[in-house]
C-alpha cells in the first residue's frame, strides 16, 4: 500500500485504537503505550500488504496480536500464569466498540481529556480508587484531584449532551489538511533545517491548523482531529519547543506559523491582474534605470560569462528589483517578526495548504513558478554579512529560466570550489576530481576551446556594495509601491487570524518587490523582447551573483 493509505487507515483508527486499549489495561499510562505499539505495527503492516479486504478485521488480529505480545511482557514482569489473562481473538475489531452508544462516546470523551484529567478519572472511575488515594499516588493535593474531577464531569457532559451537534464542526480527523509548501523568511537553522523538517508528520499539520484561527486547549485540538489527547500532546510539546506553537492564557495554544489558506480561482486570477499592472510600471520606470547603471560594467568589477549583457542583465533586472524596490532601506522590517528556535534558527516559520484551483486559472503558472532569494556563504542581506570558509558569498533566485532544482542542491561549497578554480588552489588532479565534477554538473564551470571558463555573473564588491551601484527607488516609486501593498492587503486580510494581521500586512508592502512581482517583470521583459532567450549553458547559472574578492581571469 501506499503512505497515504496507511496515513488515512492509521488516523481513522487512532480513536478506537486507543479506546481498545484502555478497556482492556484500564490504565492510561499502559493504555497510551499499547495504543501506540498498535498503531505502530498497523502502521508498518498496512505498508507491507498489498490488499486489504476487511480492514477492520486486519486492524483487530494486529491489535490483539500486540495486546498478546504487551501481555505477554506483563507476564515476564509479574511472574504469573498465563491462565490467568484473557485476549479476544475471535470477534470483530469494531464489536468491541459498538455495544453500548453512550458507553463508546463517554470512553471516546475521555480519550480527548488532558492527561492529568484521564488519569484522575481512569483511577477514580475505573479503578475505583478513593480522592485522597489518587492524591497521594499522584503526588498532587486533593483540592486540585476534587477540581479535576469536577471539570472532567462538566467536559463530559457537556460533549454527551452536544449530540450529533459534534459532527458539524471541522474534524480534521476525517478531513486532514496537507501543508503543500513549507519554508521561512529569515535565518534556518545552522544544519539547515526550518519548518519543513520539524512539520514533517501529517499529525504535527493538522495540530498546527487546529490551533491557528483560534487559541484551543489540548483537548480542543484532539476533539478537533478526533483523535486521543494522548497523541497531541507530546507533539504539542515539540512544537511549543522549537516555537511554532505558542502557550497563551487559559492552558491554550496559538500556532506561531503564517499558514496561506487555499485561494480560489477567482482570487489567482485577481493577484495576477495586479502583480501584471504594476510589473509593467516597473518595467517602464525602473528597469531602464538598471540597464543605464549596467552600461559600463565592465569598469565596475563585475565579471559576466563572454561578456554577455543580456544574461547580466536578467540577472541584474532580478536582483535589483527585489532588493532595491523592497522596504528594509525605508521603515518595514518583517525582522522583527522573527522567532528565535532552538536549533539557532531565527525565522518566520510558513506554510501553505495545497489547492488545485491554480490549475484552472487562465494564465500560465509555470513562468510565475520560484524559489525565492537564496543567500549562501552569508546570513542575507537583509542582516549582513559573513565570510565563511573564504571570503565569498552568492545570491541565487530559481525561475522559469533557469533548469536548477531548487535550494537544497544549492550549496555554500559550490562558490567555495568556484573561488579556488578561480584563485588556482584546485586543478585538474585526481585529488581535486570530486570538486571539478560538481562544478561542471552544476554549470558554474563550462569548457570551450580546450579550456574552461567561469558560467557565473562575479563582482569583486560586498553585496552591500553592489547595492550601491543599483538605481535607489524613487518617490513616485514608493507611492506605486504603498498601492500594490494594499490592493494585495485587502484581496489577503480575510484569509488569515487576528494574530497574524500585523505581519500579513506589513509582508504585503514589500509586494513591488516579491518573487510574484518579479518573475512577472521577467516574462514582460522576455516577451518584449527587451531581453533574449538564454542558452542552455546560461540556463545553469542565471539569476545567480557571487561575491569575492577578485574576478575570474
Known amino acids: 500500500m501506499d503512505k497515504s493509505y496507511a496515513d488515512k487507515i492509521t488516523a481513522e483508527y487512532m480513536e478506537k485504537i486507543f479506546g481498545f486499549a484502555l478497556s482492556k489495561t484500564m490504565n492510561t499510562d499502559k493504555a497510551e503505550e499499547l495504543a501506540s505499539r498498535i498503531i505502530f505495527d498497523v502502521y508498518i503492516s498496512i505498508l507491507k500488504t498489498d490488499e486489504i479486504n476487511n480492514i477492520n478485521g486486519y486492524i483487530y488480529r494486529v491489535a490483539c496480536n500486540v495486546y498478546a505480545r504487551f501481555i505477554a511482557e506483563e507476564i515476564r514482569g509479574r511472574h504469573i500464569s498465563l491462565d490467568e489473562v484473557r485476549i479476544p481473538c475471535e470477534i470483530d475489531f469494531t464489536d468491541d466498540f459498538e455495544k453500548d452508544d453512550t458507553y463508546?462516546?463517554?470512553?471516546?470523551?475521555?480519550?480527548?481529556l488532558g492527561k492529568i484529567q484521564r488519569e484522575i478519572v481512569v483511577m477514580h472511575y475505573f479503578q475505583r480508587l478513593k480522592q485522597y488515594e489518587i492524591a497521594e499516588r499522584l503526588n498532587i493535593p486533593l483540592g486540585t484531584v476534587k477540581w479535576h474531577l469536577h471539570d472532567a464531569r462538566n467536559q463530559i457532559k457537556n460533549k454527551l449532551t452536544e449530540g450529533n451537534k459534534m459532527h458539524e464542526k471541522i474534524n480534521l480527523g476525517i478531513n486532514p489538511i496537507k501543508f503543500a509548501g513549507m519554508g521561512h523568511t529569515g535565518i534556518a537553522s545552522p544544519d539547515g533545517k526550518d519548518t519543513a523538517y520539524y512539520l514533517q508528520k501529517l499529525i504535527s499539520q493538522n495540530i498546527a491548523y487546529a490551533a491557528y484561527w483560534k487559541a484551543k486547549t489540548i483537548t480542543e485540538i484532539a476533539e478537533n482531529l478526533g483523535v486521543s489527547a494522548a497523541f497531541v500532546e507530546d507533539e504539542v510539546n515539540y512544537l511549543e519547543e522549537y516555537g511554532f506553537i505558542t502557550k497563551v492564557a487559559g492552558g491554550k495554544y496559538l500556532t506561531n506559523i503564517r499558514i496561506d489558506e487555499p485561494r480560489t480561482k477567482e482570487m489567482w486570477e485577481q493577484y495576477h491582474k495586479i502583480y501584471t499592472k504594476y510589473a509593467k510600471i516597473v518595467c517602464d520606470k525602473y528597469v531602464p534605470l538598471v540597464f543605464d547603471a549596467m552600461a559600463d560594467y565592465k569598469s565596475k568589477n563585475i565579471y559576466a560569462p563572454e561578456d554577455d549583457f543580456n544574461f547580466l542583465m536578467l540577472s541584474v533586472v532580478t536582483f535589483a528589483c527585489g532588493h532595491k524596490l523592497d522596504t528594509y532601506y525605508e521603515t518595514v522590517d518583517t525582522s522583527k517578526y522573527y522567532v528565535k528556535r532552538k536549533d539557532g534558527g531565527e525565522y518566520i516559520a510558513t506554510a501553505g495548504i495545497y489547492s488545485d484551483k491554480w490549475e484552472e486559472v487562465s494564465y500560465n503558472t509555470e513562468l510565475h513558478n520560484s524559489s525565492g532569494d537564496m543567500f549562501?556563504?552569508?546570513?542575507?542581506?537583509?542582516?549582513?554579512?559573513?565570510?565563511?570558509?573564504?571570503?565569498?558569498?552568492?545570491?541565487?533566485?530559481?525561475?522559469?529560466?533557469?533548469?536548477?532544482?531548487?535550494?537544497?542542491?544549492?550549496?555554500?561549497?559550490?562558490?567555495q570550489y568556484l573561488y579556488e578554480f578561480m584563485t588556482g588552489k584546485i586543478n585538474k588532479v585526481p585529488e581535486h576530481a570530486d570538486k571539478f565534477k560538481r562544478l561542471?554538473?552544476?554549470?558554474?564551470?563550462?569548457?570551450?576551446?580546450?579550456?574552461?571558463?567561469?558560467?557565473?555573473?562575479?563582482?569583486?564588491?560586498?553585496?552591500?556594495?553592489?547595492?550601491?551601484?543599483?538605481?535607489?527607488?524613487?518617490?513616485?516609486?514608493?507611492?506605486?509601491?504603498?498601492?500594490?501593498?494594499?490592493?494585495?492587503?485587502?484581496?489577503?486580510?480575510?484569509?488569515?487570524?487576528?494574530?497574524?494581521?500585523?505581519?500579513?500586512?506589513?509582508?504585503?508592502?514589500?509586494?513591488?518587490?516579491?518573487?510574484?512581482?518579479?518573475?512577472?517583470?521577467?516574462?514582460?521583459?522576455?516577451?518584449?523582447?527587451?531581453?533574449?532567450?538564454?542558452t542552455e549553458n546560461q540556463k545553469h547559472s542565471v539569476n545567480t551573483i557571487m561575491f569575492c574578492d577578485v574576478l575570474p581571469k
Open 440 to 534: 561542471f554538473d552544476r554549470g558554474y564551470i563550462v569548457s570551450k576551446s580546450d579550456s574552461e571558463y567561469v558560467n557565473m555573473i562575479v563582482t569583486s564588491f560586498s553585496s552591500e556594495e553592489f547595492l550601491n551601484l543599483l538605481p535607489a527607488i524613487s518617490e513616485e516609486l514608493k507611492v506605486i509601491r504603498k498601492e500594490i501593498g494594499d490592493e494585495i492587503f485587502k484581496i489577503d486580510k480575510p484569509h488569515y487570524p487576528a494574530h497574524m494581521q500585523d505581519l500579513v500586512r506589513t509582508a504585503s508592502t514589500n509586494s513591488l518587490a516579491s518573487p510574484a512581482s518579479r518573475t512577472r517583470v521577467l516574462e514582460q521583459l522576455v516577451t518584449g523582447g527587451t531581453l533574449k532567450p538564454l
Open 376 to 415: 549562501r556563504g552569508c546570513s542575507g542581506i537583509s542582516v549582513g554579512t559573513t565570510w565563511d570558509l573564504y571570503q565569498v558569498s552568492a545570491w541565487q533566485f530559481d525561475t522559469y529560466y533557469d533548469d536548477r532544482t531548487g535550494l537544497e542542491n544549492n550549496l555554500t561549497t559550490d562558490y
Open 104 to 112: 463508546i462516546l463517554l470512553r471516546k470523551k475521555i480519550s480527548y
